[in-house]
C-alpha cells in the first residue's frame, strides 16, 4: 500500500489566506496524512480543519497551542485510515491506524519540539511511554527543534549536549533516520534569513520499513 505523508511547520492556520495555500498543497500532493506544527490555534474547530481537507472523508485528532504558541494538527483522509485509538502528549500527538486497504495497523506520532533541556527531556520521555504502549510498526514526523549532527546546521561547529541526547533516544528506541532528498535543510531564519537548519524529520521503525519498504522522504518547496 502506498501512503503520502506531509509534516509542515505551517507557523499558524488562523489566517484564512495561509489555509488556502495548504489545502491547495494537500489536494496536489494526494495527501493521505498531514500533521501541522505551529498551528497557533487554543482552540481548533471543526470548521477550521474542514477547509483544509477531503470535507465528510476528513479525519482529525489536535493538541492545542499555549496561548498563541505551538499546536499539532493530524489529519487523515478516513478513505485510507481508520483510527483506533490516540494518545496526547505535551509535545506529541499519537495515532494508531489501521490501513482500509490492507489492514496493517501502525502507529504516527506528530510532533512538535520544545526548545528547553527540561522540556525536551518531557519529549523525549513521551514518545518513550509511546513505545510501551503500543508495539505495532512507527513512524515519528514533525518539527523536532534539535539538530542530529553538526552538518545539519549552517553555523554549527562543535557537537552539543542536546545533539547527543537526541542521538541516543534514536538509538534506545531502535528507530532508522530516513534520508532526506530534495534538500539539506528544513528551516531558514536569523537576520535576513542566513541561518539554516534541519528541524524537521520522519523517524520510524525497521518494522513500519517492512511495511512501507518503498519509502521515500522528500523535502518540499515552501509556498508560504
Known sequence: MNLKLLSWNVRGVN??????VIKSVIRKQKVDLLCIQETKIQVLFEKVVKSLGSGRFL???ALEAIGSAGGILVCWDKRSLEILDWEEGQFSISCRFRNVENGVVWVFTGVYGPFTRQERECLWEEIGAIRGIWEEPWCLGGNFNVILSQSERSRQRRITSAMRRFAQVIDELGLVDLQLQGGFFTWSGGLNNQAWARLDRF??????????????QRRLPRPT
Open 203 to 216: 523517524l520510524v521503525t525497521p518494522c513500519w520499513l517492512d511495511q512501507f519498504s518503498r519509502v521515500v
Open 15 to 20: 489566517d484564512s489566506s495561509n489555509r488556502k
Open 59 to 61: 479525519g482529525w485528532k
